[in-house]
């Protein structure tokens, strides 16, 4: 059975720091490049970061530039989002997805991933 499943979110007060992990059972994460998106109640769903699979490329959403920080571990299967100095406009839910491009470039459309994990809460707020 071919599942993502992220782990990591939490409360956390403003200027705090989380870390997510996705990980990955029943396939390779070498071989897929990976998104994070996040959806606030009563919002759609918005990129916040992907890595390419090709070269390790790395794309950050304005919002969360200098902040956050995507990495791949492919020993673990796992590919993380690390989120520095948190706003409590990060407060979301968020998802990690596997798209099979391999073109090195930024991923933002939903349509291009193909598995999809169940979500994580994250809530900054003091």
């Known amino acids: 059975q071919l599942q993502l499943v992220e782990s990591g979110g939490g409360l956390v007060q403003p200027g705090g720091s989380l870390r997510l992990s996705c990980a990955a059972s029943?396939?390779?994460?070498?071989?897929?490049?990976i998104g994070w998106f996040r959806q606030a109640p009563g919002k759609e769903r918005e990129g916040v970061s992907c890595i390419s699979s090709s070269d390790g490329s790395t794309y950050y959403a304005d919002s969360v530039k200098g902040r956050f920080t995507i990495s791949r571990d492919n020993a673990k299967n796992t590919v993380y989002l690390q989120m520095n100095s948190l706003k409590p406009e990060d407060t979301a839910v968020y998802y990690c997805?596997?798209?099979?491009?391999?073109?090195?470039?930024?991923?933002?459309?939903?349509?291009?991933?193909?598995?999809w994990g169940q979500g994580t809460q994250v809530t900054v707020s003091s």
């Open positions: 997805a596997a798209s099979p491009d391999a073109y090195g470039r930024p991923l933002w459309d939903i349509r291009l991933y193909d598995y």
């Open positions: 029943g396939f390779t994460l070498d071989y897929y490049a």
